[in-house]
Nanobody, 124 residues
Framework: QVQLVESGGGLVQAGGSLRLACAAS????????MGWFRQAPGKEREFVAT????????AYTDSVKGRFSISRDNAKNMVYLQMNSLKPEDTAVYYC?????????????????WGQGTQVTVSS
């Protein structure tokens, strides 16, 4: 089993930055692809970013390209999401997810483990 715990959320003004972190425990996720998803009130959970096991392949949803960056540190069993130029529409609960596969995936049904989420609120 893998446990995922997100941190780094909070309240920030539009144009600001936040760095989310996801700590994995229970077993190494070094060979798992990882992803970030988000869910705004009244909306379905949506894909944000994904990274392959090596970090060599990443993918982003169009609305965050050029603003967000996903990275990982396999030695520390950590995954990060750097969020810059934040907009009010980025407000959501952000979830970290792990996939028992080395390759990336942009749909939530491809992930096996989920964290509890961290709230990100961007004020205008």
């Amino acid at each position: 089993q893998v446990q995922l715990v997100e941190s780094g959320g909070g309240l920030v003004q539009a144009g600001g930055s936040l760095r989310l972190a996801c700590a994995a425990s229970g077993r190494t996720v070094s060979f798992y692809a990882m992803g970030w998803f988000r869910q705004a009130p009244g909306k379905e959970r949506e894909f944000v970013a994904t990274i392959s096991w090596s970090g060599g392949v990443t993918a982003y949803t169009d609305s965050v390209k050029g603003r967000f960056s996903i990275s990982r540190d396999n030695a520390k069993n950590m995954v990060y999401l750097q969020m810059n130029s934040l907009k009010p529409e980025d407000t959501a609960v952000y979830y970290c997810a792990a996939r028992r596969s080395a390759s990336t995936r942009t749909t939530s049904d491809g992930y096996d483990y989920w964290g509890q989420g961290t709230q990100v609120t961007v004020s205008s």
